[in-house]
């Protein structure tokens, strides 16, 4: 019955949300039923839809799976949008300055680098709460404004390429993420993606860490007792998130953009917190609350420009999504209190 009780959460927060969106919808005067089915086609519509789709979907897998395994362990990553603008600038620098190295080799180490550059930039944050006890969450939070601000400088200036346009060189073709079948918008960051769900969750469930993992987060005492250590654990976690987050950056500078630019992300490392809920802290959940979000994002275009809903709508209608979404415990907790009248 609790694990009923714990897939309807979601189900019915994504209804709600649905709901409220139709209401909107048909508020500023259109109509709900042509807008979402433009929607659904405009994610699912054809098979070139459905590819732009999963494609969409790989960084909010990796920010989803960033946000998931520093959760699990009690310390919360507010800061993977800021690791994703670090592990994209150590994917950019890495394939402009190092391309002697042969093509594989070029390939792997900017992936390196980006998860290298991701995982630092998460470091700061968790040292930061374990040895002087601030707020991982403040400090993660000013650490984004940091990093797309530093991003934005090197495009401007240091790394920019020529033109009026700010952003750096193209990267070497050798160090571009590849389509999976020519023609679609798949590369081989999906796969990538998928791999690391399965090696998650191998982790999770079948290791040391992941006992520790989840134990920390549970309870500091209990696990202390059990002959784990919180601490290290969770700077282990965070370490693992940024490195995660970065990853998603570079993909990004590797497929979609093939150099680095002001606008690496449009909030793939927020929607990760959002994901990481709506999958219920799990690595199949996270996928399936991608491929959702993703749809969002690619169909929403459709939407506008067939419906003619305006993008100002747009936003607004995945904003309410979003938070309602992300507050399944709401539905959790009325769960809770039924079932503790009934109880009386």
């Known amino acids: 019955m609790k694990r009923f009780e714990k897939l309807l959460a979601p189900i019915l927060s994504i209804l709600v949300a649905v709901l409220l969106g139709t209401l909107l919808i048909w508020a500023c005067g259109y109509d709900p039923g042509a807008a979402y089915r433009a929607l659904v086609k405009g994610a699912f519509g054809s098979f070139r839809y459905t590819m ?6 790989v960084p909010m897998i990796l920010c989803g799976l960033a946000a998931m395994v520093a959760m699990k362990s009690g310390i919360f990553n507010i800061g993977a949008e800021g690791q994703l603008y670090l592990g994209a600038l150590g ?12 093509g594989p080799l070029h390939l792997l180490v900017c992936m390196g680098a980006s998860i290298a550059l991701g995982a630092a930039w998460a470091f700061v944050p968790a040292i930061m709460k374990i040895r002087l006890g601030t707020n991982e969450v403040v400090t993660s939070i000013m650490l984004n404004y940091i990093a797309k601000l530093f991003i934005s400088y090197l495009v401007s200036g240091p790394i920019k390429a020529p033109g009026d346009v700010s952003q750096s060189a193209p990267i070497p073709a050798g160090t571009a993420v590849g389509e999976i079948v020519e023609g679609t918008k798949l590369t081989w960051g999906f796969v990538l993606a998928i791999a690391l769900c399965f090696t998650l969750w191998l982790v999770l469930q079948r290791t040391r860490f992941g006992y520790d993992l ?30 995660l987050a970065g990853l998603a950056g570079g993909l990004l500078v590797g497929s979609s953009f093939q150099r680095l630019v002001i606008a690496v992300s449009t909030g793939y490392g927020f929607d990760g917190i959002s994901i990481a809920v709506l999958g219920l802290y799990s690595t199949i959940g996270v996928f399936l609350s ?9 169909g929403s275009l459709f939407m506008e420009m067939f419906v003619r809903i305006p993008s100002e709508l ?29 109880d009386k």
């Open 52 to 57: 732009a789709t999963l494609e969409k979907s």
């Open 91 to 102: 994917y950019t620098l890495a394939a402009l300055y190092l391309d002697f190295l042969p």
């Open 214 to 243: 989840t134990a920390a987060g549970m309870n500091d005492r209990a696990a202390q007792a059990g002959g784990v250590r919180p601490d290290r654990v969770r700077i282990l976690a965070m370490l693992i998130s940024g490195g």
């Open 290 to 298: 991608s491929v959702l979000f993703g749809a969002l994002r690619t």
């Open 314 to 342: 747009i936003d607004v209608l995945q904003g309410i999504i979003i938070v309602v979404i992300a507050s399944p415990a709401i539905f959790r907790a009325l769960f809770r209190e039924r079932r503790g009248g009934r």
